[in-house]
Nanobody, 122 residues
Framework: QVQVVESGGGLVQAGGSLRLSCTAS????????MGWFRQAPGKEREGVSC????????YVADSVEGRFAISKDNAKNTLYLQMNSLKPEDTAMYYC???????????????WGQGTQVTVSS
């Protein structure tokens, strides 16, 4: 059974940093492309960043370009999202997703975690 679990969310002041982590079990982690998505109340789920199965290529949404960075450690079965210069508009539930196919920032991934809340105060 595949399990995807996010951690690292919390409350931070504007301008601060957080690092989210995502572990996935029950699958061959090194064979899966992964992505980070977020959803704020009343808004659609938005793709934030994604990375290829090898970690060799990555994309970030324009809204977080230059502030967020994704990385994948296949040896630790862990995906990361380093978030710097956080803004109040980054407040959302952040989700990790995995799939053998590379869906980039489209929310078509097969496996999803339950999410971790990020709240940025002004």
């Amino acid at each position: 059974q595949v399990q995807v679990v996010e951690s690292g969310g919390g409350l931070v002041q504007a301008g601060g940093s957080l690092r989210l982590s995502c572990t996935a079990s029950g699958l061959s982690f090194e064979d899966y492309a992964m992505g980070w998505f977020r959803q704020a109340p009343g808004k659609e789920r938005e793709g934030v960043s994604c990375i290829s199965w090898s970690g060799g290529s990555a994309y970030v949404a324009d809204s977080v370009e230059g502030r967020f960075a994704i990385s994948k450690d296949n040896a630790k079965n862990t995906l990361y999202l380093q978030m710097n210069s956080l803004k109040p508009e980054d407040t959302a539930m952040y989700y990790c997703a995995a799939d053998r196919r590379q869906y980039l920032l489209l929310p078509r991934y097969n496996f999803w975690g339950q999410g971790t809340q990020v709240t940025v105060s002004s």
